[in-house]
Nanobody, 124 residues
């Protein structure tokens, strides 16, 4: 069983930066595409970033491109999401997820394993 544990969320102000971490237990972590999603109250879960197994390719939607950076350290079984220039609308619970395929997919139902989420709240 693969387990994902996010950390690093918190209360920040508009324009601040924050780095989220997701620790994964599982010997096959380095073979997964890893993604980050977020979900605000009353809204659907939204894709925000994905990274290939090697870390050599990343993918972002336009809503966060240029502000968020996803990275991974396969030696530490950890994936990161750096959130920069935070806006009020970035407030959400952030989830990391693992996809056993090698595809960059943006729909939550395509991911196989999920963490419990970490809250990010941006205040003015």
């Amino acid at each position: 069983q693969v387990q994902l544990v996010e950390s690093g969320g918190g209360l920040v102000q508009v324009g601040d930066s924050l780095t989220l971490s997701c620790a994964v237990n599982g010997r096959t972590f380095s073979s997964y595409v890893m993604g980050w999603f977020r979900q605000a109250p009353g809204k659907e879960r939204e894709f925000v970033a994905a990274i290939s197994w090697s870390g050599g390719r990343t993918y972002y939607p336009d809503s966060v491109k240029g502000r968020f950076i996803i990275s991974r350290d396969n030696a530490k079984n950890t994936v990161y999401l750096q959130l920069n220039s935070l806006k009020l609308e970035d407030t959400a619970v952030y989830y990391c997820a693992a996809d056993r395929t090698t595809l960059f997919r943006t729909m939550p139902e395509n991911y196989d394993y999920w963490g419990q989420g970490t809250q990010v709240t941006v205040s003015s």
